[in-house]
């Protein structure tokens, strides 16, 4: 089976590369360390006696952040050596930056196709294959089964997509080289498990830990000085109300300022906070606040906003959690038709900040649904309902006041899934130092 995906893939590579070289040249980024992807890697050091090498993926800026605390464990251990690796240049630049110093390497995951694969994998030469969430790599796990090197997924979740694909006769075939042996899940919630275990994968290799990205959250961001502080960098009083839209997706933008116009003919003093998902939107946003004739404010241009701007356009990475303070309730961006799937709520719950998201959720299904449970999210069917929801809370006090307790209290229920996962970890570490 190996040696059907190693034929296949070169020429699924050749007719989906003009696709994925248009979205590198478009992001930026991707040409640092760039021969990483094609197996030049750098030959690291020999294993010492006693100590254990683990090579950790994780794929973009939400994964490494999911990881932290469990990073930070890691690090810590005097007895183990950690190699990272990502994929798209945001989360490379974060992985650099946070951690860099602490790392044996970093560096981007090699193209998943025997020459480049084999090449990183003698380099590395780790003992224990890390990866974060839904990242099923056929060559990288064959790679792995071939060296008797346990993998294990942790924070593991299967996309509808994913699971529609898998679950379809006609990738049945690809089932032994997605789920060798060697490997061990550790899944996000009861549902994720039931998804594995339907694929035919053993129970007995599944652990559930809830989810690492209610961990991701550093608390000790959060304080009423850093929110007191944004807002008046932003250019926001404490008499303006602010919304903020969070990883936006191209049309919502125009939803949002469409919002913020609307309540403003009717005295309400709103403002925007527009985070877009990629930052290097920024053009394209800045068209579209031209065309409305609303004043705003570039972060890139100077931090600090003028005090009648309306707008203001956070066109920069790794800042969401100290901007969010600034908003008393928020939009969940690639929500709306035609984006798909959602972006994760869990950062502006975790601030209590009460949140409205479009019909389109799929990636996070399990969480929404227990948020709307708790009342701690709201849900439009579509663009004119979502659009009603987000006046509703502009216009009742009351009713962002109660959010925000539900959004308190979903938080202190979730516990501690980091803990639980390095738990796991760490057993089987020991395991490997003891054979």
Known sequence: MIWLYRSLLPLLGILVMPYYAYRMIRRGGYATKFAYRTGGWPTLPNKKKGITRLWIQAVSVGELSSLAKILDFLLSDL???????????????MAAQKYGSRLLAHGPFPLDWLPFSRNVWKKINPDLVILVDSELWPEHFHQAKERHVPIMIVNARLSDLTFARLSSPFLRWAHPLIFPPNLRVIATSERQQARWTSLQFPSDRINISGNLKIDAVDRSLICPKTR????????????NLVVAGISTWPGEEKMLIDLVQSLRLQKIGLKLLIIPRH?????????????????????????????????????TTGEVMTLLQAADFAFMGKSLPPHHGGQNPIEPVALHIPLVMGPNHQNFRETCADLLAQHALLVGENLTQTHSLLLKLAQQPDMRLSMQTNCQKWMQKQGTPSEY???????????????
């Open 79 to 93: 007895s183990l050596e950690i190699v990272l690796s990502g994929t798209t240049s945001t989360g490379l630049k």
């Open 228 to 239: 007191n502080d944004t807002r008046k960098e932003l250019g926001f009083s404490n008499e």
């Open 279 to 315: 930052a290097e939107r920024r053009d394209e946003i800045k068209k579209v606040l031209k065309v409305s004739g609303m004043p705003y404010h570039l972060r890139t241009d100077q931090k600090q906003a003028p005090d009648d701007s309306i707008a203001y356009l956070a066109d």
């Open 421 to 435: 996962t390095f738990s796991l970890l760490k057993k089987v570490i020991r395991e490997l130092s003891q054979s």
